[in-house]
């Protein structure tokens, strides 16, 4: 967003974001830069003039706060008919907080006695210490719709765009919400079940043209049959679910750890610390505490809760919404480790020498308390000589300790030789209105990398582990490419001026090698993509066949079990193998250990599909108002049916048809990756530079078509009545093309 944003905007974003209301953390979610924050300054500082905003020094330990998602108990209304509700969970010192419920449009009806699932935010004045938004209320579970409102004389009716559903939902006249004919909405059903004759819903949401940014994801998410309601019984369990307590637990609240996650995460699975190691023996060394939710607690093998998550596999993350394994009550509270909560973790116990090698670890069972929820930017902002009031109290004790123990372990990394990809991450930015505003690249920060190595290590150790306790658990495998896709590397490589040595066992220094060759260059970024290319994809296994990539030979995900079904089966394989209770690994799981392999690993591929998707409509749908745009872009692909485009600017993917290409015939060379101009030898290959023509962006689709004007700096010759002005199609035509063109893609994906 470039203008200011309006005083509503700010209280509205604070108030969903509450951990980040730091003025640079609001100039970067509204997208203000340069002279424009100091009229952001100055807007902030009327709000806190007129008791809107507080700013206030935030103190190291906070007792008295509570966690962004809560489960509260309405109490009844106050003298204004205001509801007002009670946390469940209170661990202050003091009175238990009050707390304002805020309804809006489409909430239920509630009374005293409701429980709900709520997210907070801070307030300060008006008889009430935080404002609550509706999740959801406990005890209810409507089953959700997604579908194509149709008008009626009766109402109207939904028809779910679900594949192979048949079922079309009944709406009222006054359970509409304003829905308009042929709006994609989103309904829930209304009434009991089970009634003759067509099952009623209301509207809960619209949003708009099925085409339209908004719907991309909640489409994705239906095509690929991923779900996304959980049962009613999965929903039960999570409500009863009660915090855990320190019986057969260590007690580790007295230590300062803390988690580190981008601004937007919703749910945090791990924390960290890092204490200088004080035997003389390892001298300069560190001990690192990576502590996880324990997960396994709550999700109990073969309860409806394991059942859904295993079936599901992962969560699935699009720009604008996530779809996650486990119910809110768990994922956003009770396995979440948010700040100043106790919360139950398993946590892995190293230590690390100064050359970064781990000389011993030990796993734990315990209860912690997180003394601070950052994110990524506001830490590294702290090294970088600009902490925040929050991050400035805990840099020498907390910040500091993490950087120094990652330098040493990047030391042991650069030994180790893991593939060293450089391939910038895309962040599509969504306005509250769904259209997509901005397509920018992640920043890489020392503070992701030093999360990532600890992570890396605490799965390593947790390996070990099991390996050395000979319990079974599920490996993270990724196997060497095979002698075809290298021989397609070496050719890529050959059309650059580089070399990747054959005749000898390949290991990824051998790689490494070939990227700094490549680094700096033009073809930069087309080497890393081959590479990249080149790879197996990783899966899941209950034998170890080793992690190619990372150059290790035990792996195993053990540090993200609210996302991943295969760290909760590593975490009960940990507590079986320690004797920690009776919710650890089950005969029922071992049984089913490859079977669950394979699911979770199909699954997986799934979520990267529906996510891939989901960007490429997104991208379509930004590019729309583009077409006839001229952009920069190199060759990422050949086909037989014509090149792909990687376009600079958004790092979307584009196809020039051989219609397109110009005006001579092309011969098409698998082998080599090339077309060769039949008449003037022009040869097109991997990584060549080249201006191109947007002629057509479908969002249904996904599909991206553009015109190639001129290849390495050299205008292309055109066929007889063409023009670089792409030709108007009547709109049924070009979408059945785009469709055609999108099927030609996937195709050639695969």
Not at 116 to 132: M, N
Not at 206 to 218: E, H, I, K, M, Y
Not at 648 to 675: C, I, K
Request: hydrophobic share 40%; proline share 6%.
């Amino acid at each position: 967003m470039k203008r200011i944003p309006s005083k509503d905007e700010i209280l509205q974003w604070i108030s969903e974001n509450p951990t980040q209301a730091a003025k640079r953390d609001i100039a970067r979610a509204f997208g203000i830069k340069g002279a424009a924050r100091i009229d952001l300054k100055r807007i902030l500082r009327e709000l806190e003039e007129e008791g809107h905003l507080e700013k206030r020094k935030k103190t190291y330990r906070d007792p008295d706060r509570l966690p962004p998602v809560s489960v509260l108990e309405i109490t009844g209304a106050d003298a204004d008919g205001d509801l007002l509700a009670r946390p469940m969970e209170w661990h202050g010192t003091g009175d238990a907080p009050v707390i304002a419920f805020i309804a809006k449009d489409g909430d239920p009806a509630l009374g005293a006695g409701d429980r709900i699932l709520a997210r907070l935010t801070k307030e300060q004045g008006d008889g009430f210490d935080y404002s609550a938004r509706l999740i959801r209320r406990i005890g209810t579970n409507p089953l959700r719709i997604l579908g194509v409102f149709r008008r009626g004389s009766d109402g109207g009716r939904v028809l779910p765009i679900d594949k192979g559903s048949d079922k079309e939902w009944s709406v009222a006249p006054d359970a509409m919400n304003g829905a308009k004919d042929g709006e994609l909405v989103e309904a829930e059903q209304a009434g009991p079940k089970g009634r003759m004759g067509l099952p009623k819903a209301r509207i809960v949401a619209r949003l708009g043209d099925p085409t339209a940014p908004r719907a991309v994801s909640l489409i994705a998410i239906h095509q690929h049959g991923i779900p996304d309601h959980f049962p009613d019984d999965v929903v039960a369990e999570a409500d009863a679910a009660k915090t855990a307590g320190l019986d057969g637990r260590d007690d580790m609240q007295d230590l300062p750890l803390i988690t580190i996650d981008p601004w937007d995460a919703r749910d945090r699975d791990d924390a960290c610390l890092v204490q200088p190691d004080d035997d003389p023996k390892n001298p300069n060394g560190h001990i690192l505490w990576v502590a996880i939710a324990d997960v396994a607690h709550y999700v109990t093998t073969g309860s409806a809760l394991d059942r859904e998550a295993r079936k599901r596999g992962n969560s699935t993350y699009f720009p604008d919404r996530v779809v996650p394994m486990l119910p809110d009550r768990l994922s956003g509270d009770l396995c979440s480790l948010h700040e100043n909560v106790p919360r139950a973790c398993v946590v892995a116990r190293m230590r690390v020498n100064a050359a970064g090698h781990k000389i011993d670890h030990s796993f734990h069972r315990g209860l912690m308390r997180s003394v601070a929820s950052l994110n990524y930017e506001e830490v590294q902002a702290g090294m970088d000589g600009a902490p925040n009031d929050k991050v400035a109290p805990l840099m020498d004790d907390i910040i500091r300790p993490l950087y120094a123990c990652y330098e040493s372990l990047k030391k042991a990394r650069a030994e180790r030789q893991p593939l060293e990809l450089d391939l910038p991450e895309r962040q599509i930015v969504i306005s509250d209105e769904g259209q997509v505003t901005a397509v920018n690249f992640k920043e890489r920060l020392d503070a992701h990398r030093l999360i990532e190595e600890f992570m890396v290590l605490a799965n390593v150790a947790a390996a070990e582990t099991l390996i050395a306790k000979e319990t079974q658990l599920l490996f993270r495998v990724h196997e060497e490419p095979s002698p075809e896709k290298l021989d397609a590397l070496r050719e890529t490589a050959a059309a650059s001026g580089l070399t990747l040595a054959k005749g000898q066992v390949l290991q990824t220094a051998h790689l490494n090698r070939l990227l700094e060759q490549a680094e700096g260059t033009p073809d930069d970024e087309l080497i890393n993509m081959a590479t990249l290319r080149s790879m197996t994809q990783a899966y899941y296994n209950p034998e170890n066949f080793g992690h190619f990539g990372l150059a290790l030979r035990n792996y195993a995900h053990f540090t993200s079990p609210i996302r991943r079904y295969s760290d909760l089966i590593v975490h009960r394989a940990l507590i079986t193998a320690h004797g920690w209770g009776k919710d650890g690994l089950q005969p029922e799981d071992i049984d089913r250990l490859d079977d669950t392999a394979k699911l979770i690993s199909d699954t997986e591929r799934r979520s990267m599909m529906a996510e891939r998707d989901t960007t490429d409509r997104y991208l379509a749908a930004y590019l729309s108002d583009h077409v006839g745009a001229e952009m920069e872009g190199r060759i990422s692909g050949i086909a037989r049916f014509g090149v792909f485009v990687r376009l600079d600017e958004t790092g979307a993917d584009a196809l020039v048809p051989m219609r397109n290409l110009g005006a001579e015939y092309f011969r098409h060379d698998p082998d080599s990756q090339t077309l060769t101009g039949a008449d003037t030898g022009t040869v097109i290959r991997l990584g060549k530079p080249v201006t191109v023509a947007l002629t057509e962006a479908v969002p249904d689709t996904g599909g991206l078509v553009v015109d190639l004007l001129r290849l390495d700096g050299r205008s292309v010759t055109k066929g007889a009545g063409r023009s670089g002005k792409p030709p108007r199609r009547k709109q049924g035509a070009a979408r059945k093309k785009a469709a055609k063109t999108a099927r030609k893609v996937k195709r050639s994906r695969k």
